[in-house]
């Protein structure tokens, strides 16, 4: 009787395999490794990219979308506490702005409208805008929502007083009586 020798394979032999295999139970394409290099810019490389989405979708490995249907007053009970959690976070600035901004729902586009007071409130918002919405559409299941971010066409027309006479001027419109004492002492501006 001779003694019976195993061979193991080589490193290179067992990571092909187990690619394989692995591609073998996640029902995904099973890669030729040994197959010569494909430019990504090629005709071939396209071919073989649109033979690989066409058996994808024939696996299901494509997703669909969640499209629950959701309103204003659910969109707002979740944005509130997003805003929570920020402020929790101590992202305080970001929580405010959130709860600063005029809200409108379109529902059906699924379009949540911030409209802001400035354009730095504005940016801020679309920064964080990606994990906004991936808290919202995991809590109201639907992955078709999205933000409109819009800049409110009010201007805040505050007229300061700089003179004297101008801010004499704002206080005796703001309180008469002003007016009545400053006659009734004879007193000059």
Do not use: C, W
């Not at 679309?126 to 906004?132: G, N, R, Y």
Request: hydrophobic share 35%; glycine share 2%; proline share 4%.
């Amino acid at each position: 009787m001779s003694p019976s020798i195993e061979v193991s394979p080589t490193p290179i032999e067992a990571s092909e395999e187990s690619l394989n295999r692995e591609a073998a139970i996640s029902g995904g394409i099973n890669i030729d490794t040994k197959a010569s290099p494909i430019s990504s810019h090629s005709l071939a490389a396209i071919k073989a990219k649109r033979a690989q989405l066409a058996e994808s979708k024939k696996i299901g490995i494509v997703a669909e979308k969640r499209k629950n249907p959701i309103s204003l007053e659910a969109v707002e009970l979740e944005l509130n506490a997003y805003a929570e959690q920020l402020e929790q976070s101590g992202h305080k600035i970001l929580s405010s702005n959130f709860q600063l901004a005029k809200r409108a729902f379109d529902a059906e586009k699924y379009e949540l409208t911030l409209e802001v007071p400035n354009d730095t409130i504005k940016k801020e918002l679309q920064m964080a805008a990606v994990e906004a919405l991936d808290f919202l559409r995991d809590r109201l299941s639907n992955d078709l929502l999205h933000f409109k971010f819009k800049r409110s066409k009010e201007v805040m027309s505050t007229e300061y007083a700089y003179t004297p006479d101008e801010k004499y001027q704002k206080l005796a419109e703001k309180y008469p009586q002003v007016e009545t004492l400053r006659k009734h002492f004879n007193l000059d501006l």
